[in-house]
């Protein structure tokens, strides 16, 4: 299994921060590969589409969202593990998003040149993530 860390200073109220990343339809805001993201009937089930790698998917997973800790968490149903994390801290004036990403599938395995391109692609996309979402919150155009 892979696991990435990012962390990344925004400049806006926490509250403001969590409202925002714990309403699952704002994910396609700040998350390149996605095209849609909806909550399902329960709130603890989304379902998301979008385009990764040159590959369309189209998934259903869980979505937990924790208020008290700032904390919002998903993982997918299909066959890779894939599950991620964005907790916001306050910092000062400002807030801090940390964002865990872990995943384990078949890009995950092969070659040690496959794997590793296959690595930094994963941490440019959680660095894009939350430069997004800082983006966004911040009212700044997006630079892609």
Known sequence: MSEFTESIEIHADANRVFDYIRDVRNMPTYAPTM??????????????????????????????EDRAAMRVAWASDGESDYAGSLQVTRDGRASRVDAVIRYSGSNDAGDQHQGAAWQK?????????????KMCLEGTSSAG
């Open 35 to 64: 095209t849609s993201a909806e909550p399902q009937s329960d709130g603890c089930r989304v379902h998301v589409t979008g385009d990764a790698g040159g590959h369309h998917y189209d998934a259903d997973g869980s979505w937990e």
């Open 121 to 133: 692609s994963a941490e440019r996309g959680l660095k894009q993530v939350l430069y997004q979402l």
